[in-house]
C-alpha cells in the first residue's frame, strides 16, 4: 500500500540535494573566514560540516531509490553515486577533525578544498544525468562550442537523397535515424525506460527487459516492429499513445529492414527494397518561385504612391522585394501610363494588366522588367506580334492571355523560353486552333465542355 | 489669509516630522504595488488607448482594414471558394467505395462498433446499409466516384480527396460553425474573416469575402457561419442575394444624384473618423468603410454579379440558367467574384442532410437528385477555373459539417419508409483542388464499413491549418488578441496535411 513512498523519496532527489551543497558551500566559507589564530568559529564550522555530511547521506539515499525507480544505467549513474558518498564520507571527516576544539581552521583549509572539488565534481555529473551534457554548452556562443566539439543535433526526421539511395547502409543510414527520431528520447543510456537502449546496434540486439526485440526475417515476432503496429489504445503499443507516433512509411522501413535479415551492413540495394517504400523521404528541393537575385525593397512611400494612384501593389511575402503589381481597379491603364511604374520596375515580379487599355507596345515597355515572372494580359488589345520580345524576360514563368488576339503563330516565338512554364490563351485564335501542336511550355487552351447525358435530366 | 497658509504650512511640517520608516515602508508597499498593478490592468481595456487600439492595428494598412497585406509566408492560392454542402452528403453513396459494405446490406450493425456511441436519431442496433451506388474507379488517378457524380467524375483527377476527415460534433449547428470558425460554440470569427483579416482583399470596389446561399434555406447555424466573431465586423461574410438583386438598393433613388450621394457619404464619415480618432474603436472603421464599399459597389457589383452577359457556352458548361436561385448560378458567381479579386467565396448548398424521413430526404432518390444540383456547376467550376489559369492561384475546398452513417437510420427504433442515414463523426470526406494541392491524390483510409478512419485521418483543424498554410500562414502564429491573449483559427490543434501539397 505503501509502494510509492521510495519512488517518492526518489523523485525527492533533485531537491535534496541542493541542502549539502548549500551547508557545505558555507561551512566551507567560514574556514576561509575565519582568522589564522582563532577557533572561534570552530562550534559553528562543526555543526555545519555534520549538517552537511547528514544532507549529503539523505540526498545519496534518496538518489539511490531514485536510480532505482526511474529506469537510470547504472553506468550512467555510477560515479554521480561514488562522488556522492565521497562527499558524504568527506565532510563527515572534516567534522570529526574540527571536533578537537583546538584546531585552527587554517590546518584543514587543504581538506576542505578538496571536499570542494568533489562536490563540485557530484554536482556537475548530476546534472548532466538530469539535464543532458548538452545542457551549458547549449547556450554558449558558437564559437565556443566549436571549441568543446559540440555540436548541437536535434534528431530530425529520416531523408533520402533521390541520387543513389540504394548505396545507403540500411541499419545506420536508415533505420537508426528513424529510431532516433521517434524512440531515442526514452530509450537511451540517460534514459533508459524498460531498460532498452536503441542508440547503437549491439545494444538494439541486446533487447531490454522482455528480452530480445529483433527476430531477423520475421517482423511479426519481432517486439521491434510488432508493438508499432499494435493497436493505438493497446497497453503495450509503442511509442506510447499520447508521443508523437512513427509515420506508416518509416514502420514500413523497419518492417522490410528486419525482413530482410536485420543485417548491420546491409545497403538498401542489397535488401532489395524497391523505391515505393523510400520515395515518401525522397529530399525534396523546393525551388523558390520567384528570382533568388536580391535587390533593394521599394520605399513605403512609393509603395502609398503606386496605391493612390489606382494600382494594387504590395510585396509577395512579407520581408520580400518583390512586388505584385495589378491594375484591378485601375480599368483606365494605357500604355502612356507605364511611366508611373518606372521607379519599381526591378521588383516587379508579378503583373496583372488584364482588362486595361494597354496596346500591343506595352510588350516593349514589360520587357523591360528583368524580374518579372508572372505577366497578365487577359482581355487586352494586344495582337501578339511583339510577343516574341518577351523572351527577353529571362525569369518569366506564366503568361496570361486569355481573350485577346494572340495565334499560335505568336507563341512559337517563346518556343524555347528558358523558363516559361504555362501559357493560358483561352478564348484566342491560338486556343480556337484544331491541332495547337508542341511548344516547350505547357500550353492551355480550355474550351471544355461536359457533353450532355441523360443523368442530367432524370429526376428521381 | 497669510494666517491659514502658515497655519497649512504648520500642519505640513508637522506631518512630515511624524512620518516614521513604518510609513515610508507602507508607501512602497502600496503604491509601487499599485504602479505594477496598472499596466495589468489597463491591458484588458482596448479603449484607453486611442494611439494603439488592441488588436488591430492599422498602421501598415492606411487606415482601411480591408487593403491589402502581403502574407507573411510563401503563399500557394490568393482566393478560396468554399463549396458547403449543409446537411452533410453521404461520403458511402459518392466517393467511399465499401464493397465490404455491400455484402453486409442488411446485417445488424456490430455491436464493437456501436459501444459508447451516441447518434443523433439511430437508436439501439441498427442495420447496415449498402452503397445505394455504382462505384467505378476514374482518371489516371483511380479515384473511385460513384454514378451519382457523372461529371465530376471526369474531373477526378484534378483534386485531392480526404477520406477519413473526422469532427466532433453531430448536430448540425454546432458541426457548421466547428468547420467554419474552427469552435462548435458561437462568437468565433470564420475562415473567411481570418482570411480577409490577415490578407485583406485585392479589389477595392468589392468586398473582400461574399457568401451565396442556395437550396432554399441558410445554414442551420445561421449567419454566424460567416460572421468575424471577436474580429471587427467589416471582415464578415457579405451574403448577397441569389434571386433578384444581389444587393439591395443598389440603383440610386430617383432624384438623388451620385454627387450628391458621395457628399452625404463624406459628411457621415468624417463625423465617424472623428469619433474614432476620439475613441479608436476598429467598429467604427468598419462602418465607414462600408459607406465607402456600398458607394463603390455600385459600380462594380451590377456587373460582376450579373451572370446574362456570359457566353452560351459558359452557361451549358455549368448549366445556369439567369434568375433562378441555383448552386450552378452561385459557382458562376463564384468565379467572375474570384476573377475580380474577392478573397473569399463561400458557398452554401442546403438539403443534404438524407436521414430517409421522406422522398427528398433519402439515400437513393433525394440525394441523387441533389447531387443532380451540383455535379455539372462543380466540375464546371473546376474546369473553368482551370481553362482560366486561376486554378493555379485559387483554392476551392468541397464539403459538408460531418458525414453520414453506413447504418440505416432507425428513427426512435422504427423501420422508416425511405432509406436513409444518420448524422456521422468519425469519418466522411472532402476534397481540395488548386493552388497549391496535389492533383489525384487520395489521403486517409476508412475501415471495411467506412464506420471510422484507419489511416491518415485528419481533424477539422488539419484542414483549417492546411488551408491557412496555402494562404502564406503559419496557423500556430496567426492570431488576433482578444480577451488579454491571442487567439487562433486552429485553438491549440491542427497539422498540416502535408501529404496532399503539391
Known amino acids: 500500500m505503501l509502494d510509492f513512498i521510495l519512488p517518492l523519496v526518489g523523485r525527492l532527489h533533485p531537491l535534496l540535494v541542493h541542502l549539502p551543497i548549500g551547508i557545505l558551500i558555507f561551512g566551507m566559507l567560514l574556514v576561509f573566514w575565519q582568522k589564522k589564530s582563532s577557533t572561534s568559529y570552530n562550534p559553528v564550522i562543526r555543526l555545519t560540516f555534520l549538517l552537511g555530511a547528514i544532507s549529503a547521506a539523505l540526498a545519496g539515499i534518496s538518489g539511490y531509490f531514485q536510480y532505482q525507480f526511474e529506469g537510470f544505467a547504472w553506468g550512467s549513474v555510477q560515479n554521480h553515486l561514488i562522488a556522492g558518498v565521497i562527499t558524504a564520507i568527506g565532510s563527515f571527516y572534516i567534522f570529526t577533525l574540527v571536533k578537537d ?101 549491439e545494444e538494439l540486439l541486446k533487447g531490454g527487459e522482455n528480452g530480445e526485440v529483433l527476430k531477423a526475417g520475421n517482423p511479426e515476432l519481432s517486439a521491434l516492429f510488432a508493438k508499432m503496429i499494435l493497436p493505438l489504445d493497446d497497453e ?76 494594387f501593389a504590395e510585396n509577395v511575402l512579407q520581408g520580400s522585394s518583390w512586388l505584385k503589381v495589378s491594375c484591378i481597379n485601375f480599368p483606365d491603364f494605357e500604355d502612356k501610363d507605364w511611366i508611373r511604374l518606372a521607379s519599381v520596375k526591378d521588383q516587379i515580379a508579378y503583373l496583372d494588366l488584364s482588362s486595361t487599355q494597354v496596346t500591343e507596345g506595352i510588350l516593349d515597355s514589360v520587357t523591360s522588367l528583368t524580374n518579372l515572372t508572372v505577366l497578365k494580359l487577359n482581355q487586352t488589345g494586344i495582337s501578339g506580334i511583339q510577343l516574341k520580345a518577351l523572351s527577353r524576360c529571362k525569369n518569366l514563368k506564366i503568361l496570361y492571355l486569355n481573350s485577346t488576339k494572340i495565334s499560335l503563330e505568336n507563341l512559337s516565338g517563346l518556343n524555347q523560353h528558358p523558363g516559361l512554364q504555362k501559357v493560358f490563351a483561352f478564348q484566342t485564335p491560338a486556343g480556337n486552333s484544331v491541332n495547337p501542336g508542341k511548344f516547350s511550355f505547357q500550353l492551355e487552351t480550355g474550351n471544355y465542355s461536359l457533353p450532355k447525358i441523360p443523368a442530367d435530366t432524370i429526376v428521381y | 489669509m497669510k494666517s491659514i497658509e502658515k497655519l497649512v504650512f504648520e500642519f505640513e511640517m508637522e506631518k512630515l516630522q511624524k512620518q516614521t520608516r513604518r510609513h515610508f515602508l507602507m508607501d512602497c508597499v502600496g503604491k509601487i504595488g499599485g504602479l505594477a498593478m496598472a499596466p495589468l490592468l489597463f491591458s484588458c481595456d482596448p479603449g484607453s488607448n486611442p494611439a494603439k487600439p488592441m488588436g488591430l492595428n492599422l498602421s501598415n494598412r492606411d487606415l482601411n482594414p480591408l487593403s491589402p497585406l ?73 479515384a473511385w466516384v460513384s454514378d451519382f457524380l457523372p461529371h465530376f467524375a471526369k474531373v477526378a483527377d484534378e483534386v485531392s480527396f480526404l477520406k477519413a476527415v473526422h469532427t466532433d460534433q453531430f448536430n448540425h449547428g454546432p458541426a457548421q460553425l466547428f468547420m467554419q470558425t474552427g469552435s462548435a460554440r458561437l ?69 438623388m444624384s451620385r454627387d450628391l450621394k458621395k457628399n452625404v457619404i463624406e459628411a457621415i464619415n468624417s463625423v465617424n473618423q472623428e469619433e474614432f480618432n476620439t475613441y479608436g474603436d476598429p467598429e467604427i472603421l468598419a462602418r465607414i468603410n462600408q459607406y465607402e464599399m456600398a458607394y463603390r459597389m455600385q ?60 422522398h427528398d430526404g433519402s439515400i437513393d432518390m433525394g440525394l441523387r437528385n441533389k447531387c443532380r444540383e451540383i455535379d455539372r456547376p462543380m466540375s464546371a467550376l473546376l474546369l473553368d477555373l482551370k481553362q482560366r489559369g486561376l486554378l493555379e492561384e485559387t483554392l476551392v475546398v468541397w464539403g459538408g459539417e460531418f458525414g453520414r452513417t453506413p447504418m440505416q437510420e432507425n428513427r426512435e427504433g422504427k423501420t422508416m419508409g425511405f432509406l436513409g442515414r444518420d448524422h456521422h463523426v468519425d469519418a466522411f470526406t472532402m476534397w481540395m483542388a488548386g493552388g497549391g494541392i496535389k492533383r489525384g491524390a487520395s489521403h486517409g483510409k476508412t475501415d471495411d464499413f467506412g464506420f471510422q478512419g484507419i489511416e491518415d485521418q485528419v481533424s477539422v483543424h488539419d484542414i483549417h491549418a492546411t488551408i491557412l498554410h496555402l494562404m502564406g500562414f503559419d496557423h500556430e502564429k496567426f492570431t488576433y488578441d482578444f480577451q488579454g491573449r491571442p487567439f487562433r483559427l486552429t485553438d491549440v490543434e491542427g497539422e498540416l496535411i502535408r501529404k496532399i501539397l503539391a
Open chain 1, 236 to 311: 503495450d503499443h509503442m511509442p506510447p499513445k499520447e508521443k508523437r507516433q512513427p509515420s506508416k512509411e518509416e514502420i514500413e522501413l523497419i518492417k522490410s529492414w528486419i525482413a530482410s535479415g536485420a543485417s548491420q551492413n546491409n545497403t538498401l540495394g542489397q535488401a532489395g527494397v524497391g523505391k515505393k517504400l523510400v520515395e515518401p523521404f525522397f529530399h525534396k528541393e523546393e525551388i523558390p518561385f520567384y528570382p533568388l537575385t536580391e535587390i533593394p525593397a521599394v520605399p513605403v512611400d512609393t509603395l502609398s504612391k503606386l496605391r493612390k494612384a489606382g494600382f
Open chain 2, 187 to 255: 462568437g468565433r470569427p470564420s475562415l473567411g474573416s481570418w482570411v480577409t483579416y490577415g490578407l485583406g482583399t485585392e479589389n477595392q470596389n468589392l468586398p473582400g469575402f461574399v457568401v451565396l446561399t442556395s437550396g432554399g434555406k441558410t445554414p442551420d447555424a445561421g449567419k454566424s457561419v460567416w460572421g468575424s466573431g471577436f474580429l471587427p465586423s467589416v471582415y464578415q461574410g457579405v451574403q448577397c442575394r441569389s434571386i433578384g438583386d444581389p444587393v439591395l438598393y443598389l440603383e440610386d433613388p430617383s432624384g
Open chain 2, 70 to 142: 502581403a502574407p507573411p509566408f510563401a503563399s500557394k492560392a490568393k482566393s478560396i471558394i468554399y463549396l458547403h454542402m449543409a446537411g452533410s452528403p453521404s461520403q458511402l453513396e459518392l466517393f467511399d467505395y465499401k464493397p465490404e459494405l455491400v455484402k453486409n446490406h442488411n446485417q445488424p450493425c456490430p455491436e464493437s462498433l456501436l459501444e459508447g456511441r451516441k447518434f443523433a436519431f439511430i437508436r439501439g442496433v441498427p442495420n447496415l446499409l449498402g452503397p445505394q451506388a455504382n462505384f467505378t474507379q476514374h482518371g489516371e488517378s483511380g
Open chain 1, 101 to 201: 576544539e583546538t584546531i585552527f581552521a587554517s590546518k584543514i583549509k587543504f581538506q576542505v578544498l578538496g571536499l570542494f572539488l568533489v562536490l563540485t565534481v557530484t554536482g556537475h555529473l548530476g546534472g548532466n544525468i538530469s539535464r543532458g551534457e548538452e545542457y551549458l554548452l547549449e547556450v554558449l556562443p558558437a564559437e565556443i562550442q566549436a571549441l568543446t566539439g559540440y555540436e548541437a543535433a536535434p534528431e530530425k526526421p529520416l531523408e533520402i537523397p533521390e541520387q543513389g539511395w540504394e548505396e545507403l547502409e540500411f541499419y545506420g543510414e536508415v533505420v537508426q535515424p528513424i529510431l532516433n527520431h521517434n524512440c531515442k528520447s526514452c530509450h537511451n543510456p540517460r534514459n533508459l525506460k524498460g531498460e532498452f537502449n536503441l542508440t547503437n546496434f
Open chain 2, 299 to 358: 459600380i462594380e457589383v451590377p456587373e460582376v454579379m450579373n451572370i446574362n452577359d456570359e457566353p452560351e457556352h459558359i452557361h451549358e458548361l455549368y448549366g445556369t440558367e439567369p434568375g433562378v436561385e441555383s448552386f450552378a448560378n452561385n459557382c458562376l458567381l463564384a468565379r467572375k467574384l474570384v476573377e475580380k479579386g474577392v478573397r473569399f467565396v463561400q458557398l452554401y448548398d442546403w438539403g443534404w442532410d438524407t436521414h430517409g424521413t421522406d
